[in-house]
């Protein structure tokens, strides 16, 4: 059985998080998004609960191409940055130079999914006037990396950042592959939500798309983590 895209399970918990504006008086004139088409689900460590063994059974991993056409489908420009998630921000380069536009956004910690050289070689230097944590990913934008050796590491970074009342702003040189590919596999690991949920939200507020290399690692990483919630369920109604 195949789920569409809009018939996502909605959960009944939903909150409002109002957007932060930014006015950044430079050339270019950066302002974070603040056109949502919905709020977010409220999930986290509810979903667990929320989440039945039948509907478990019943969802199926999407494909690469099902994946690439969900995402493909009425793009439009985001801008330079955008929250993805209450707390989390994705953005390219240019909202990465820009610290006067962190700082106004409260920024306290940057994942740079293009860190060194010949990326986006920012570093703990480059911040080094700014009081915020800096985690660095050297991913190539390739089909053939393996980003998800990064996975668990810079969603175990976010998930400190947000617990401790932080946001994150993640990065890399578009915006589009690889640091959303890591907010993914952040929404996956420590939101619980499937690679369907964590595409749908975060596609609701930024253009995204993963290369095909780093979406087919998303979906391996999708499978296991419903193999496992799975087998928490089955052994919970035992």
């Not at 801008?79 to 610290?99: L, T």
């Not at 860190?115 to 991913?139: C, I, K, L, Q, W």
Request: hydrophobic letters at 40%.
């Amino acid at each position: 059985m195949n789920l569409e895209w809009d018939e996502l399970p909605e959960k009944s918990s939903r909150f409002t998080l109002k957007l932060l504006r930014v006015e950044c008086h430079q050339t270019l004139s950066l302002l974070v998004t603040d056109t949502f088409h919905e709020p977010w689900p409220q999930v986290g460590l509810t979903s667990l609960k929320m989440s039945s063994l039948k509907e478990l059974c019943a969802y199926e991993t999407p494909s690469v191409a099902e994946l690439q056409d969900f995402l493909l489908a009425d793009r439009h420009p985001t801008g330079h940055v955008n929250q993805v998630w209450p707390s989390v921000y994705i953005g390219n380069e240019v909202a990465a130079r820009d610290k006067p536009l962190l700082y106004s956004m409260g920024i306290t910690h940057i994942v740079n999914a293009a860190s060194g050289p010949p990326h986006v070689n920012t570093g703990p230097r480059f911040y080094r006037d700014m009081a915020v944590d800096y985690y660095g990913v050297e991913a190539d934008d390739s089909t053939d990396f393996i980003i998800s050796i990064f996975f668990y590491p810079t969603a175990r970074f976010i998930h400190a950042a947000l617990s401790n009342k932080g946001k994150v702003f993640v990065h890399c040189l578009m915006g589009v592959s690889r640091s959303a590919t890591l907010v993914l596999a952040f929404l996956m690991i420590c939101e619980q939500l499937t690679l369907r949920e964590a595409a749908r939200v975060v596609r609701q507020h930024r253009d995204i798309c993963p290369n095909p290399g780093f979406l087919n690692q998303l979906r391996h990483l999708d499978m296991s983590l419903v193999r496992e919630r799975k087998r928490k369920l089955e052994a919970f109604k035992l």
